[in-house]
């Protein structure tokens, strides 16, 4: 009986304070931003812009001086002096799999096996947790979800952080299988008193399996007819036959070239890298094969004693120069993630153009993760994922979000900081 009340307890205590904003309703009226100044995310900025939306779709961009719309039945919101951009995309991200690490029942982002392509992350996707709120009020609206574990560990799927389920929530299904290249390096073991980083003496066995599974893989794709299904050759198709992306995930220069060099000898075209620390390094290399990257932490120390302290943050600008597409993701912690628009003010303070650092968190990625039909940047036609901040939204101290679209339904931006924030400053606000 005691254990059941304890329970009862906790299971109140997680509703009283796990709450989620509900999701928001479909759009009615179409709705008029004004007089804003419009973040395009293609490079271009309108100082005073309109922007319409009508069934979640964007209809008109324009300067409100001079563009003439009638806004009969409009929802008007007047942003002027405001800030308005595309919504931000996050990649790389275990969001919505992985709520409480030390709580085994909320991580659902791993899955048991080396190879395992057939898993699909997006049906685990939890529409209820509780950091979702947190990215939203920094104006991230899209998420790449990507399941971990063993050596390629599924396809990922973006998700719009606003929905019911994971069947409202998705965005685009299934956008590619991620590959988790072996480290050539192992780190020292401090509990055994090393000091020193060592060859991993399992690097080469690594590399022979993967090489093996994409034989095994090429030859069920082409079997005509094969006498047994194989759930795990038959999800690798979509990426042998370059209709789905293939991340490898790899931050050395020899793991991205080696990881890169094997794809291309399987004729796959359609690669991206992950990670990618050490791309400076190999900057022609990544032109030549037209490979994009999705730079992660870079917010961090650089990776050799030798390398100039602010590599990390100059590292998007000197790609860019390069001819190299870009996005910004994070690695670290799921709940820092809601700094990505902060990794591109970064960038820009480091030599970047805002502009180009903006299209590094919208168009750029959503061009690598295949979605730049849909959204990415404020064009007509395309879905009104918007945002509107008060201030600068790459800046920390300026980024407060006023409002927030998905598919043009409004979000509610509350979240548990939030709350705790109001009930608190009411407790305190007289001492």
Same mark, same amino acid.
């Given at each position: 009986?005691?254990?059941?009340?304890i329970t009862?307890?906790?299971?109140v205590?997680v509703?009283?304070f796990?709450?989620?904003?509900?999701?928001?309703?479909?759009?009615i009226?179409?709705?008029?931003?004004?007089?804003?100044?419009?973040?395009?995310?293609?490079?271009s900025?309108?100082?005073?812009?309109?922007?319409?939306?009508?069934?979640?779709k964007?209809?008109?961009?324009?300067?409100? =001086?001079?563009?003439?719309?009638?806004?009969?039945?409009?929802e008007?919101?007047?942003?002027?002096?405001?800030?308005v951009?595309?919504?931000f995309i996050t %990649?790389?991200?275990?969001? !919505?799999?992985?709520?409480?690490?030390?709580v085994? /029942?909320?991580?659902?982002?791993?899955?048991?096996?080396?190879?395992?392509?057939?898993v699909? #992350?997006?049906?685990a996707?939890?529409?209820?947790s509780?950091?979702?709120? %947190? @990215? =939203?009020?920094?104006?991230i609206?899209l998420?790449?979800?990507?399941?971990? $574990?063993?050596?390629? #560990?599924?396809?990922?799927?973006?998700?719009?952080l606003?929905g019911?389920?994971?069947?409202?929530a998705?965005? /685009?299904?299934?956008?590619g299988?991620?590959?988790?290249?072996?480290?050539?390096?192992?780190?020292?073991?401090?509990?055994? !008193?090393?000091t020193?980083?060592?060859?991993?003496?399992?690097?080469?066995?690594?590399?022979?399996?993967?090489e093996?599974?994409?034989?095994?893989?090429?030859?069920?794709s082409?079997s005509?007819d094969?006498?047994?299904?194989?759930l795990?050759? +038959?999800?690798?198709?979509?990426?042998?036959?370059?209709?789905?992306?293939?991340?490898?995930?790899?931050? !050395?220069? =020899?793991e991205m070239?080696?990881?890169?060099?094997?794809?291309?000898?399987?004729e796959?075209?359609?690669i991206?890298?992950?990670? /990618?620390?050490?791309?400076?390094?190999?900057?022609?290399?990544?032109?030549?094969?037209?490979?994009?990257?999705?730079?992660k932490?870079?917010?961090?120390?650089?990776?050799?004693?030798?390398?100039d302290?602010?590599?990390?943050?100059?590292?998007?600008?000197?790609l860019?120069?390069k001819?190299i597409m870009v996005g910004?993701?994070?690695? !670290?912690?799921?709940?820092s993630?809601?700094?990505?628009?902060f990794?591109?003010? %970064?960038?820009?303070?480091?030599?970047?153009?805002?502009?180009?650092? @903006? +299209?590094?968190?919208?168009?750029?990625?959503?061009?690598?993760l295949?979605?730049?039909?849909?959204?990415?940047?404020?064009?007509? $036609?395309?879905?009104?994922?918007?945002?509107? #901040?008060? *201030?600068?939204?790459?800046?920390?101290?300026?980024n407060?979000?006023?409002?927030?679209?998905i598919?043009g339904?409004?979000?509610?931006?509350e *979240?548990?900081?939030?709350?705790?924030?109001?009930?608190? +400053?009411e407790?305190? #606000?007289?001492?």
């Amino acid at each position: 009986m005691k254990n059941i009340l304890i329970t009862v307890l906790l299971l109140v205590t997680v509703s009283a304070f796990g709450q989620v904003p509900t999701p928001a309703k479909d759009q009615i009226l179409p709705i008029a931003l004004m007089n804003g100044v419009v973040h395009v995310g293609d490079g271009s900025v309108i100082e005073n812009g309109i922007i319409t939306f009508e069934e979640g779709k964007i209809t008109s961009v324009g300067d409100a =001086r001079t563009v003439k719309v009638d806004l009969t039945n409009y929802e008007v919101i007047n942003v002027s002096g405001k800030h308005v951009y595309p919504g931000f995309i996050t %990649t790389n991200s275990s969001l !919505g799999l992985n709520d409480i690490s030390a709580v085994r /029942a909320t991580r659902d982002d791993v899955e048991v096996g080396e190879f395992t392509p057939n898993v699909r #992350s997006l049906i685990a996707y939890n529409t209820d947790s509780e950091i979702i709120p %947190t @990215l =939203r009020y920094n104006g991230i609206l899209l998420a790449q979800v990507v399941p971990k $574990g063993g050596v390629i #560990s599924g396809s990922s799927s973006i998700m719009a952080l606003d929905g019911w389920n994971w069947e409202d929530a998705t965005y /685009a299904a299934d956008d590619g299988i991620h590959l988790f290249w072996p480290s050539f390096l192992s780190p020292p073991k401090w509990w055994l !008193g090393e000091t020193e980083w060592k060859e991993n003496e399992s690097y080469k066995s690594t590399v022979q399996r993967i090489e093996n599974f994409l034989n095994d893989a090429k030859m069920y794709s082409g079997s005509a007819d094969p006498k047994t299904e194989n759930l795990k050759l +038959k999800a690798m198709e979509p990426v042998l036959s370059g209709e789905k992306k293939f991340y490898v995930h790899a931050d !050395g220069k =020899r793991e991205m070239i080696e990881g890169i060099n094997l794809l291309l000898r399987f004729e796959i075209k359609n690669i991206v890298v992950v990670g /990618a620390k050490d791309a400076f390094y190999i900057m022609d290399f990544l032109k030549d094969h037209n490979v994009p990257v999705l730079l992660k932490d870079i917010h961090r120390l650089p990776g050799r004693d030798e390398e100039d302290i602010d590599l990390p943050f100059k590292l998007p600008y000197y790609l860019n120069e390069k001819g190299i597409m870009v996005g910004l993701t994070f690695g !670290g912690s799921l709940q820092s993630t809601r700094n990505l628009p902060f990794y591109a003010g %970064t960038a820009a303070a480091y030599g970047l153009d805002k502009e180009e650092a @903006l +299209k590094m968190i919208t168009s750029n990625t959503a061009e690598i993760l295949g979605i730049q039909e849909s959204t990415g940047t404020l064009t007509e $036609g395309k879905d009104a994922n918007i945002i509107v #901040s008060d *201030g600068d939204a790459l800046d920390m101290r300026t980024n407060n979000i006023l409002y927030a679209f998905i598919n043009g339904k409004k979000l509610n931006l509350e *979240g548990r900081q939030q709350i705790l924030f109001e009930r608190y +400053k009411e407790r305190y #606000s007289d001492q």
